[in-house]
């Protein structure tokens, strides 16, 4: 069972695609040391690179015992924040890492189940953070990229490692820093303290809500 003193882990992951920022660790470690809602958040970088990504995850998991984990990650061209609904079994890299590595329709874990579902409150996350004058909305796809394979090493984990048992998690996309879209004109961008603000709120819902709002958070396509 989970120590009631157990903290909150955030990751976020390094730059990759030769770009030099990541926002999503940005923002991660902006918060390394906060107490949320008595809780203690620990900031955790993750290499973009398959494989190596959930072992680090995993050590961190085993050292902090987290009672809630919150991967997060960069979407570039999404203008929102993003919890994710979904992480499927699946790494199929339309680019290489930055180990170089570039797998093609793979599973994360052999033999694991074809998805996990977030465990987080994610349409009170949005509601929370649109409440708040953020801009947020349910997302349905990691994508197969590293982030989804840390979304879905993490659920694994989670749902199999009994040391975590209670343990809540999952994962939220973010936008591009106004510094990266000023390199790629036309890219939505959100600034850095606003989307620290956004991790804010989100920590502070996920903790303070246990059962997820039923509202739509549907999309047609």
């Known amino acids: 069972m989970l120590d009631a003193t157990a903290c909150v882990l955030v990751t976020g992951f390094e730059p990759f695609d030769q770009d030099p920022l990541n926002p999503s660790w940005e923002v991660a470690r902006a918060l390394d040391g906060w107490v949320c809602e008595g809780v203690p958040v620990r900031a ?6 398959f494989g190596l990504a959930a072992e680090r995850l995993d050590q961190a998991l085993r050292e902090h015992r987290p009672q809630l984990v919150v991967g997060l990650g960069l979407a570039t061209g ?31 874990v052999p033999g694991g189940p074809a998805a996990y579902f977030s465990t987080l409150p994610i349409k ?19 994508g197969t990229f590293v ?71 549907g999309q047609i396509h």
């Open 78 to 108: 999404r203008s929102e924040w993003q919890p994710e609904r979904v992480a499927i079994n699946c790494d199929d890299a339309r680019i290489a890492d930055n180990a170089g590595r570039q797998p093609i329709d793979t599973a994360v």
């Open 147 to 217: 982030c989804n394979h840390g979304f879905y090493a993490l659920m694994h984990a989670l749902a199999t490692q009994p040391a975590l048992a209670g343990a809540r998690g999952g994962f939220v996309h973010v936008p591009c820093l106004p510094e990266q879209a000023a390199r790629h004109p036309g890219v939505p961008s959100m600034a850095l303290d606003t989307q620290v603000q956004a991790l804010r709120v989100l920590l502070q819902t996920c903790l303070r809500v246990r059962e997820d709002t039923r509202v739509t958070g």
């Open 44 to 49: 955790l970088k993750l290499p973009c690179v």
């Open 124 to 142: 009170a996350i949005v509601q929370a953070l649109r409440a708040s004058s953020l801009p947020a909305s349910v997302s349905n796809s990691a």
